[in-house]
């Protein structure tokens, strides 16, 4: 006698994009990842970047031989082959390798090359078994074919943007490059929230540039603020998030309380 197998629950795909570099993007899909994973949520994070930073920060050893996201996108793996435990109840990884500094140029000859990750994850979705509630996507700084393949595989994208004086450039390119999209590869595709890191209390600028983002964006960007802190940028270099390696300091304290809005949002979009 068979039995039907149960389809695994469709997981919420949220792209952490940004094309400017060292905004938080990674360290983003890190920590947001640890913390969903730690109230219960099944958490795939998937490295789009070639630099790998995610990989290596979620204590995934790189090498050369490794199959990767890589191979995932040029159709030489499936997802589920190159995903990892990262030791993290919970949390999975699909580490990339430096071969994805390549992927753009052998992908734009080859079909469906927007979707090729959306078509990897749903396949992936429909193995029994790894039944991720979230996949986070942590994109390349930069809006080229990488990014675009995340923006079609996404529910919603995730915006870091760091308390700087420049915050705002840029920006509007990435939201047209998001209409775009929606436009012509995915209709379902909005913007989750934009997240502001590495908020300074010291800095007088981090605060007006806090507010003249909030003046912009207005509800799209989360209560929450990621602070400057060195327990933040110092767990990496240990192959841990920064919940894991101090789970008491305010960075921490702040990703937890990210996760929570972030599931509370999330709530409301499917209700809508
Ligand atoms: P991106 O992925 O956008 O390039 P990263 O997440 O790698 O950015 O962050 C860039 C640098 O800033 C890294 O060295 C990281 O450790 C550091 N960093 C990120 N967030 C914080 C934070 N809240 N406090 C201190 N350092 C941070
Ligand atoms: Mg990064």
């Given at each position: 006698m068979t039995f039907p197998q149960t389809p695994s629950p469709k997981p919420r795909i949220l792209a952490i994009a940004n094309q400017k570099g060292g905004v938080g993007k990674t360290t983003t899909a890190i920590n947001l990842g640890t913390a969903l994973a730690a109230v219960g949520e099944q958490v795939l994070i998937v490295d789009l970047d070639p630099q790998g930073n995610a990989s290596t920060g979620l204590g995934v050893t790189r090498t050369s031989q490794m199959r990767s996201?890589?191979?995932?996108?040029?159709?030489?793996?499936?997802?589920?082959?190159?995903?990892?435990?990262?030791?993290?109840?919970?949390?999975?990884?699909?580490?990339?390798?430096?071969?994805?500094?390549?992927?753009?140029?052998?992908?734009?000859?080859?079909?469906?090359?927007?979707?090729?990750?959306?078509?990897?994850?749903?396949?992936?979705?429909?193995q029994t078994g790894l039944g991720y509630t979230y996949i986070l996507i942590d994109c390349p700084p930069s809006l080229n074919l990488l990014t675009i393949n995340s923006f079609c595989a996404a529910d919603a994208i995730l915006v870091p943007l760091q308390c700087e004086f420049f915050a705002l450039e840029g920006l509007s390119q990435l939201l047209k490059t998001v209409e775009r999209v929606r436009a012509s590869l995915n209709p379902r595709l909005v913007i989750q929230g934009v997240v502001l890191t590495m908020f300074d209390r010291r800095n007088s600028l981090s605060e007006q540039v806090a507010q003249d983002v909030r003046g912009v964006l207005g509800e799209k960007v989360y209560e929450t603020v990621i602070p400057r802190n060195v327990r933040v940028s110092e767990a990496p270099s240990y192959g841990k998030p920064v919940l894991l390696y101090d789970n008491t300091c305010i960075g921490s304290q702040a990703y937890i309380r990210l996760a929570s809005e972030i599931i509370r949002r999330e709530k409301e979009l499917r209700a809508a």
């Open positions: 996201t890589y191979h995932v996108l040029v159709g030489e793996a499936q997802l589920h082959h190159v995903v990892v435990e990262t030791g993290i109840p919970r949390l999975d990884c699909a580490p990339s390798t430096m071969d994805l500094l390549g992927a753009e140029i052998e992908l734009s000859d080859m079909e469906r090359k927007t979707y090729r990750l959306a078509d990897a994850i749903g396949i992936l979705s429909g």
